[in-house]
Structure formats: structure tokens, C-alpha cells
């Protein structure tokens, strides 16, 4: 079997555990919640490939930027130490969109709702993917959005996105959203 085929049964692993109902945890829902949208993020890094231009040389890591307040701070500690293709995982926090350096994977989060169209304008085009839980963010450019259905975390993508940004999503990944805008 192929590390792929290993990564792809992890992240199934990973989906069968957000498909449990948020509220069915004993731990505090919030802190779960957390954890699997942190999850998320890792897997998502494994499931997309960028340019090899997005990187400084073959050992560069994969950089993961939070924007804004964040709540996954605590569940980002769990894929702070991990790798993604030989790449070890940097997580940066950024207060405002001025102070967001190098990344490959920005999380927008919902305290910079009244400024993701700014946000996502700001990343057109570049190699970094868009992730978020705010409501519509794929339906306004955002490449990958979280979203609570019936009490459990699943994700949309906009594949025009990513594509135009020179990202290339996963066939395997795309089967597992719950929508797809071509």
C-alpha cells in the first residue's frame, strides 16, 4: 500500500470522528470542535499541492497562518509538531492582515468577517489556500470553508479558487466535500 493510500485512510479516520455529533463528546464541545477543525487543517495540507515556487527550497516548511482571534489555539498544538510531504508544520498567529507573512494556508477567522472580501482579494491569485468557518466564505472566494451540518463539521471548496491560485486539490478530497464550486 501507498503512503497516499495511508494518508487517505487517516483522513477518513479523521472525517468518521467529525461525523460524530459535536455535542456527543464529554470534553467541553468547543475545545472538540477545535480539534477538528485543527485536524482539518493538517489534512487539507496533505490533500493539496502547491507550486513549487511557494517555497524557498525542499526543505522549506509548510507555514499555517491564523487570522484574527483565534480559537484554535490550543488544538493547533496537536499538528504543530507533524510533517506534510517530508515538510515540517510552522503555525503563525496574525492579529491583523498587514502582519500575515509566508504562508500556505491562511484560517480566516470569524472575528475577520466584516473584512474577508478584503482578505481574499488580498490572496487571489497567490499560491496560499483560504480556509475559514464563516458562513458563504467559498460562495465569496475563499477556497475552503467549514461548516456545521447537522451538528457535525464538514467542508465546501471552491475548486476555481484554488485553481487560479495555482493550487491543486486532491480528487481525493474533492469526493469528500459536501460541495464543490467548479
Not at 509538531?81 to 509566508?102: L, M, Q, Y
Request: glycine residues 4%; proline residues 4%.
Amino acid at each position: 500500500m501507498t503512503n497516499r493510500y495511508f494518508a487517505a485512510l487517516i483522513f477518513i479516520e479523521i472525517l468518521v470522528s467529525a461525523a460524530t455529533p459535536l455535542f456527543a463528546r464529554a470534553e467541553e464541545p468547543l475545545l472538540h470542535e477545535y480539534r477538528i477543525k485543527a485536524a482539518f487543517l493538517y489534512n487539507f495540507a496533505k490533500f493539496v499541492q502547491w507550486p513549487e515556487s511557494a517555497f524557498i527550497d525542499p526543505e522549506s516548511p509548510v507555514f499555517i497562518c491564523i487570522l484574527g482571534k483565534n480559537p484554535l489555539t490550543g488544538a493547533l498544538q496537536s499538528i504543530a509538531a507533524k510533517t506534510v510531504r517530508g515538510r515540517r508544520i510552522v503555525i503563525s498567529h496574525s492579529k491583523n492582515i498587514r502582519s500575515v507573512k509566508r504562508c500556505h494556508i491562511l484560517f480566516v477567522a470569524e472575528s475577520e468577517k466584516s473584512r474577508a472580501k478584503r482578505t481574499i482579494s488580498k490572496f487571489k491569485g497567490s499560491p496560499v489556500l483560504t480556509v475559514s468557518d464563516m458562513d458563504d466564505f467559498v460562495k465569496a472566494g475563499g477556497m475552503i470553508g467549514m461548516v456545521r451540518v447537522e451538528n457535525k463539521i464538514r467542508f465546501q471548496i471552491n475548486l476555481v479558487s484554488a485553481h487560479n491560485s495555482g493550487l491543486t486539490i486532491s480528487s481525493q478530497l474533492l469526493k469528500l466535500a459536501q460541495s464543490v464550486i467548479k
